[in-house]
């Protein structure tokens, strides 16, 4: 998982003139039936989501450009922002075309010539056949992805680990789905400009868009990752995928010029060679890539990224559809927006029909995960509140998949804050790794937001989180708590039995193992 922190506040001091007015401009919301669909078709795509328990996060669906339908599942909100994994790579796509058109660059530039200083003493012929359109493509001649043996290679410096990494066959003979070709790009353009991509695209991008809540991760040399790592509301993904389905056109100002976003959008390499489809998955992965985006069926493009986040654009339709998600069947999702929403998108205007549209704004509104369902307490609370139990250190390293290895655990409880209150509603269960300790808080029948250094990746940084608990039976605890601005949540299971805990994690996506082995142990003495 990667790590969630507070959204970007720092901005560069230049603005574009314009940007100010530009981003005071807010969609405008009609019905569906206004802009040619029922609502009745919105309402059996989320029905079909809701059939198949598919955890989506958020919704925005934009037909001639009013929003006719948006939702968050609470406790996922408007306001929030969330983790976009690859949906970030649309975004730094973007930046290089704003650079090629400003003149700093071409794609076809080598891609060794703006990094001599980190080029290897013998630069392959491969390597140095490679250009900046091969990077934006996936066509690096890679037959893997690079992001490990990058990172492994170049300590710090990934850059260098990439150069030291030279591609297997020649570029722009074979796609493979390539997060260090991305890194790369991000790379190129903080040499070149001097700045963050937050920074360049500020001015350029997220200020005339009114985009103003945002965070992106950045690497140990303080580059933004380019491939990953950006949060964004779900409003800001529409607006990307809004701004590109008016060919970089946005409130009478061309921001991205017309000839990139048809070079990033149509098919400049196939995408069903081996490494191609990164996640197993089928069809709408088969259909080719442009620049840092996905070609779909029905003639739609797509950014996206791990465990469904989308920006769907439909150019036949003139329709966009942005959706933040935590569940790893992504094609399971765009089928149902096959199947249920792009067929019910007609040419005209259809009648009126308050009654559908009423019943889908109250489904709408009605969408949420709720906290768990049980018990404030249990009669073996108060005996193993403070209890400290520690863990056998004997567990495979690989077991425990992206979570840290726990060796202990102690479960704390509170009660409420009105006088005289006994119920308890709240918990806290601390957890210690080689870290060392970490704070997971949860409500009961609510979510409680906090934060937690748990499960924040390598460096230990605090996420947002929201927290709920409930006791099962009398010796059995779930705690669950969901990283709010990002597609994960850890569900925690707790039952005493003596002196014992036993102890089960489980995640609800993960690149690796959803589930730790049940860990067993014992109260300290």
Not at 162 to 190: C, K, V
Not at 465 to 476: N, P
Request: net charge negative; charged share 15%.
């Amino acid at each position: 998982m990667s790590n969630s922190v507070a959204p970007h506040t720092d901005a560069p001091n230049s603005a574009a003139p314009n940007s100010t007015a530009l981003s005071q401009f807010d969609f405008p919301r009609t019905t569906p039936e206004a802009q040619g669909i029922s609502s009745r078709a919105v309402m059996d795509f989320l029905s079909a989501i809701a059939a198949d328990e598919l955890e989506l996060h958020s919704l925005m669906l934009l037909r001639h450009g009013h929003v006719v339908a948006e939702g968050w599942w609470a406790p996922y909100a408007r306001n929030r922002i969330h983790l976009l994994y690859s949906l970030s790579k649309s975004f730094t796509s973007t930046a290089v075309g704003l650079a090629v058109a400003e003149g700093r660059l071409t794609i076809d530039d080598p891609v060794v010539s703006f990094f001599p200083e980190a080029a290897p003493d013998v630069v392959s012929d491969e390597l140095a056949a490679l250009r900046v359109r091969h990077l934006l493509s996936m066509g690096t001649g890679h037959v893997e992805d690079t992001t490990e043996r990058m990172m492994a290679r170049g300590g710090e410096d990934w850059v260098k680990g990439f150069l030291a990494t030279p591609p297997d066959q020649a570029p722009g003979s074979i796609f493979t789905y390539n997060n260090g070709a991305t890194f790369m790009l991000a790379a190129i353009l903080h040499k070149l400009t001097g700045m963050s991509l937050v920074d360049y695209l500020q001015p350029r991008l997220f200020g005339p868009l009114g985009i103003s809540q945002l965070f992106w991760q950045q690497n140990p040399q303080g580059i933004n990752l380019g491939y990953s790592g950006l949060h964004l509301t779900t409003d800001a993904i529409a607006r990307l995928g809004q701004l590109y389905l008016q060919n970089g056109q946005w409130q009478g100002v061309q921001l991205i010029a017309p000839e990139w976003v048809n070079a990033a959008t149509t098919r400049q390499i196939g995408s069903n060679s081996p490494g191609g489809d990164p996640e197993g998955l089928s069809v709408d992965w088969a259909q080719g890539y442009g620049y840092q985006f996905w070609r779909c069926r029905h003639n739609a493009y797509r950014g996206d990224g791990a465990f469904s986040q989308f920006c769907v654009v439909m150019p036949d339709q003139d329709a966009v559809l942005a959706i933040t998600s935590g569940t790893d069947k992504m094609q399971a999702v765009l089928d149902h927006v096959w199947t249920h929403l792009l067929p019910a998108m007609g040419p005209a205007a259809q009648p009126a029909d308050p009654e559908t549209h009423g019943q889908l704004v109250a489904q709408l509104g009605a969408l949420a995960y709720p906290p768990l369902s049980g018990r404030p307490t249990s009669p073996i609370a108060q005996r193993v509140a403070g209890q400290s139990f520690i863990f056998s250190a004997e567990i495979p390293a690989d077991a425990t998949g992206d979570l840290p290895h726990v060796v202990g655990a102690t479960l704390t409880f509170a009660s409420g804050n009105e006088p005289g209150a006994n119920e308890v509603d709240g918990c806290t269960l601390m957890l210690e790794d080689a870290s060392g300790t970490h704070a997971l808080h949860a409500g009961f029948g609510i979510w409680r937001e906090s934060t937690t250094t748990f499960y924040g990746g390598p460096d230990a940084i605090s996420s947002p989180t929201v927290g709920s608990f409930a006791w099962s039976g009398d010796d059995t605890l779930t705690l669950q708590v969901r990283y709010i601005e990002t597609p994960h949540s850890l569900t925690v299971t707790c039952r005493f039995v003596d002196d014992t805990l036993e102890m089960g994690m489980r995640l609800n996506v993960s690149f690796g193992p959803v589930e730790l082995p049940t860990l067993t142990g014992r109260r300290a003495t």
